[in-house]
Nanobody, 113 residues
Framework: QVQLVESGGGLVQAGGSLRLSCAAS????????MSWYRQAPGKQREWVAR???????NYADSVKGRFTISRDNAKNTVYLQMDSLKPEDTAVYYC???????WGKGTQVTVSS
């Protein structure tokens, strides 16, 4: 099993930045990729960004150029650096592991206008 714990959410003004963290534990060697998703109130969960075990990255069009996903293998942690935040980025952000699929419980990000 893989356990994921997100942190770093909070309240920020539009144009500001936050860095989210996702710490993984358990059978980490089985993980092939990690993704960030988000879910706004009344909306479906949507994919935000992905990083593979070799460091390849992909982003949703809505965050491309503003968000950066990265990983620190020594700390078993994946990050999501979020810059130029907009009110529409307000959501609960979740990380997900692939290979040994697991979800974290999420961290709230609120962007005020």
């Amino acid at each position: 099993q893989v356990q994921l714990v997100e942190s770093g959410g909070g309240l920020v003004q539009a144009g500001g930045s936050l860095r989210l963290s996702c710490a993984a534990s358990g059978t980490i060697a089985s993980i092939t990729a990690m993704s960030w998703y988000r879910q706004a109130p009344g909306k479906q969960r949507e994919w935000v960004a992905r990083i593979t075990s070799i460091g390849a990255t992909n982003y949703a069009d809505s965050v491309k150029g503003r968000f950066t996903i990265s990983r620190d293998n020594a700390k078993n942690t994946v990050y999501l650096q979020m810059d130029s935040l907009k009110p529409e980025d307000t959501a609960v952000y979740y990380c997900k592991s692939f290979g040994r699929d697991s979800w974290g419980k999420g961290t709230q990000v609120t962007v005020s206008s």
